[in-house]
């Protein structure tokens, strides 16, 4: 017997048999393509010995590790400075003065719209800025952008009537957006916070094509060495599941983060004792009510 729920009827035997069929109909295609990836790739030799070679010298190791440590780098200082870009540009966004919310507004677009590269391309070229500050540079100014919107989004989303409650109180704005807004945005931004730095994480990759020694440039000295048969997909190979392991760490670290926040002291909910007998009047017995 099928039922229903506010949002959905309960599938039936006949619905969770098709769904069974379309599971295992999907697994097997995906099995079929993985198949087909791992066949050309043995067909055309890439797990050969020659190809995977330079990855046992210590050199070619080192390398790698030079390149994954400049690469996080840049990504720590482009998350903390576009984090703080994005809470300035935010606080413009919200502000009661036009001329600032006009100004803030103004940066936010046109950044938000001008795309990465050409920026880190022109810092780098046209104000002759080193590889490093101008990647961190063109990074911070695009995701600050973006993380401006994602803040001002979060706070506007706020019932209104914390806001109204908390000015009722006689709390100042700036304690308003502290301790009432904020507070309660953060748990609703932390997705679109984490994503947007999963973005900049990956977009330091654009670092080689200003000489930057990133990982990626790294993995693109080794493939076109020719002394190693242009080892290009065993690079691949290598390079690909790090960058994919940084990103799910980095996604693994944002749900830790708002796991504690739930578990924080501030938002449990706090023991209430069970109510007791009143207090005794001073130098009596507890009333009672009067004999007939």
Known sequence: MTGTTALYDVPGPGTRRRHTLYAVLSTAVLLGLVAWLLYLLFSTGQFTYTKW???????????????????????????VLSLALGGVLAVGRLSD?????????????????????????????????????????????YNGSVLAEVFRSGVNAVERGQREAAFALGMRKTQVMAYVLVPQAV??????????????????????????EEFLH????????????????????????????MCMLLSWFAGWVARREQRSPKTEAVAVAEAGPGALLPGGEPPTAPKP
Do not use: C
Request: glycine share 6%.
């Open 97 to 141: 003065h036009r001329p600032v919310r006009w100004l803030a507004t103004l940066v936010v677009e046109f950044f938000r719209a001008m795309p990465v590269l050409v920026m880190i391309f022109f810092i780098f070229v046209a104000l002759k800025v080193q590889p490093l500050p101008a990647l961190v540079a063109g990074l911070t100014l």
């Open 53 to 79: 070679m330079p990855f046992e010298y210590k050199g070619i190791q080192e390398l790698l590790l030079r390149g994954l440590g400049n690469t996080l780098k840049a990504f720590a200082m482009a998350a």
């Open 187 to 212: 748990r609703a931004m932390l997705p679109a916070i984490i994503s947007q730095l999963v973005v900049a994480l990956k977009d330091t990759s654009l670092g080689f094509l200003i000489t930057y």
């Open 218 to 245: 790294a993995g693109k000295l080794i493939a076109s060495n020719l002394d190693y048969d242009l080892p290009f997909i065993p690079v691949v190979m290598v390079i690909s599941p790090i960058y994919i392991g």
